[in-house]
């Protein structure tokens, strides 16, 4: 069965439940480092294993039925565990593809948030509009896929009154993102909508400073940190898939926990 959310079949996750991640998603070729034999992939897909192309195509496939797993068990009104304030990292760790001094500031005088696709009011947002809308705050567990994690604290405007504010189309399939360092990135309209999806502008109750998003990134507490993209820049409402940088090196596009 395909997925709700794309044609060719999807991700989605299950939100953190007592701290345990219900589903663990893998980079493709992690897969088979993970305890998937070839002998299991030839049962599975019926793949020739002596062809690369073939093995990546039945990793590929395997992916996405992990994606769809993720999806079922996604429940867009469960909370994923909150912390303490004394327990926020400061400052918070840098986790990027490439290193802190090559992060290039935005000038956050300048800056404007562009909005396209299916949205009914489309001007530019300054960051000082979007600061004049009600905020949120949470504490939570970032986790990353190589295996690390820390406690972070994070204020902003939730996503989803951000997204009713300009009229998008909730019922919409996705919510995709470019930023200033060129690392796009998309989710789906349910994570858009959870609770614990903000357009986060303060980290510790302070300014978001450069080298972690500033002035606005996404932060989720319901998917992996490489789906939680930094110095925002521009916001698509749309219903054809947009995929992400790290979706075309091979990671799960979902990533949820």
């Keep these: 069965m395909r997925s709700p959310f794309r044609p060719d079949a999807v991700p989605d996750a299950a939100v953190l439940d007592d701290h345990k991640p219900l589903v663990r998603t893998l980079e493709r070729r992690g897969l088979i480092r993970g305890g998937l034999s070839l002998g299991a992939l030839v049962m599975l897909t019926g793949c020739d294993v002596k062809r690369p192309e073939a093995v990546e195509s039945a990793l590929l496939a395997l ?19 909150t912390y ?22 935005v000038d956050g005088a300048t800056w404007r948030l562009d909005l396209s696709g299916l949205i009914a009011d489309k001007h530019p947002w300054t960051l000082s509009q979007l600061q004049a809308l009600p905020r ?15 406690i972070g604290g994070w204020t902003g405007v939730p996503l989803r009154v951000f997204l009713e504010r300009v009229g998008a189309d909730l019922r919409a399939k996705y919510v995709a993102f470019k930023t200033a360092d060129d690392y796009p990135s998309s989710i789906d309209m349910a994570t858009a909508l959870h609770p614990q999806t903000l357009l986060a502008t303060q980290y510790g109750g302070d300014p978001l400073a450069d080298p972690f998003g500033y002035p606005v ?24 898939y947009p995929g992400g940088y790290w979706e075309t090196k091979g990671f799960s596009w979902f990533a949820g926990l």
């Excluded at 705050?137 to 690390?148: Q, R, T």
């Design 217 to 240: 990134r996404l932060r989720m507490a319901t998917k992996l940190g490489y789906k939680n993209p930094k110095w925002i820049t521009a916001i698509e409402v749309t219903n054809t």
């Design 136 to 150: 949120s705050s949470m504490v939570i567990k970032h986790i990353c896929v190589e295996g690390w994690s820390y």
């Design 63 to 81: 992916s996405r039925l992990t994606d769809d797993v993720q999806a079922l068990l996604f429940n867009p009104n469960r909370l994923a565990p």
């Design 84 to 105: 303490p304030a004394s327990m926020i990292l400061r400052p918070p760790k840098f986790n990027a593809y490439y290193d802190v001094m090559d992060v290039k500031p």
